[in-house]
């Protein structure tokens, strides 16, 4: 079916509907339409600068734990995960999610735990509402150090 609108107005709006096919219909409007656009800056980019390994006592020492220092560009993230996977970066075996605040400068420390000593791919993304940005690295822990 075809509809003319009878405004007032000198511009004139067809709507049309077909049926289809699959049992829907679409329906295709022409005119004049207005909206507005916002462009985000988002974030361009994550750099881990720094990996440090934190020293524990006797008693602590089920689990390696390891700082990295992040970096980024763009706009500030709200949240930040950690994919810690095999060397090949193929499996994953854990995945921690948090929230953040950056509130000036986008420098970040991050604390992650290691149950044993071996060799992972480690996956740190940093994302807002609008965009993420990922960084990766291969870390080596024994015990209490990392490399």
């Known amino acids: 079916t075809t509809r003319v609108s009878s405004n007032s107005d000198t511009s004139t709006a067809v709507e049309s509907m077909e049926d289809n096919p699959d049992g829907g219909c679409h329906i295709y409007r022409n005119g004049y339409y207005?909206?507005?656009i916002s462009i985000v800056e988002g974030i361009l980019e994550v750099?881990?600068?720094?990996?440090m390994s934190i020293q524990m006592t006797e008693s602590q020492a089920e689990n390696s734990l390891v700082d990295f220092v992040v970096t980024c560009q763009g706009s500030l993230p709200t949240d930040v995960c950690t994919v810690v996977s095999d060397p090949t970066c193929q499996v994953s075996k854990s995945v921690v999610c948090d929230p953040i605040i950056v509130t000036d400068e986008c420098l970040l420390t991050i604390r992650r735990a290691f149950e044993e000593p071996g060799t992972y791919c480690i996956n740190i993304t940093l994302g807002d509402d609008t965009s993420q940005a990922l960084a990766s690295a291969l870390i080596s822990v024994n015990g209490g150090e990392s490399t």
């Open 34 to 36: 207005r909206t507005g």
């Open 47 to 51: 750099n881990i600068i720094q990996m």
